[in-house]
Nanobody, 125 residues
Framework: QVHLVESGGGLVQAGGSLRLSCAAS????????MGWFRQAQGKEREFVAA?????????YYADSEKGRFTISRDNAKNTVYLQMNSLKPEDTAVYYC?????????????????WGQGTQVTVSS
């Protein structure tokens, strides 16, 4: 079992920055692929970013976030981060942290085994 808790969400003006954190407990953190998803009001949950569970640190991003968002991890703290820069109103959503034992299909929700409860990000004009 892996328990995930997100933090760092809040209200920010367009063009500003936020750093989300996801603290993990239970299993060995470094063994998991980590991902971020988001869900806007009345819309489907969508992929944001992922980091593979290997030392090479391969990352994946959705087209709408690439160049603005950065995913990283600190194994010593059992924490994964999502640095968000140049935020836009369309980034407004609940952001979810997720963990997967596998390496494939990192953009698909069904690939992930554990989920946090989410943290709200609101970007104003």
């Amino acid at each position: 079992q892996v328990h995930l808790v997100e933090s760092g969400g809040g209200l920010v003006q367009a063009g500003g920055s936020l750093r989300l954190s996801c603290a993990a407990s239970g299993r060995t953190f470094s063994s998991y692929t980590m991902g971020w998803f988001r869900q806007a009001q009345g819309k489907e949950r969508e992929f944001v970013a992922a980091l593979l569970n290997w030392s090479g640190g391969s990352t994946y991003y959705a087209d709408s976030e690439k160049g603005r968002f950065t995913i990283s991890r600190d194994n010593a703290k059992n924490t994964v981060y999502l640095q968000m820069n140049s935020l836009k109103p369309e980034d407004t959503a609940v952001y979810y942290c997720a963990a997967a034992e596998g390496l494939f299909g990192v953009r698909s929700m069904s690939s992930y085994d554990y989920w946090g409860q989410g943290t709200q990000v609101t970007v104003s004009s």
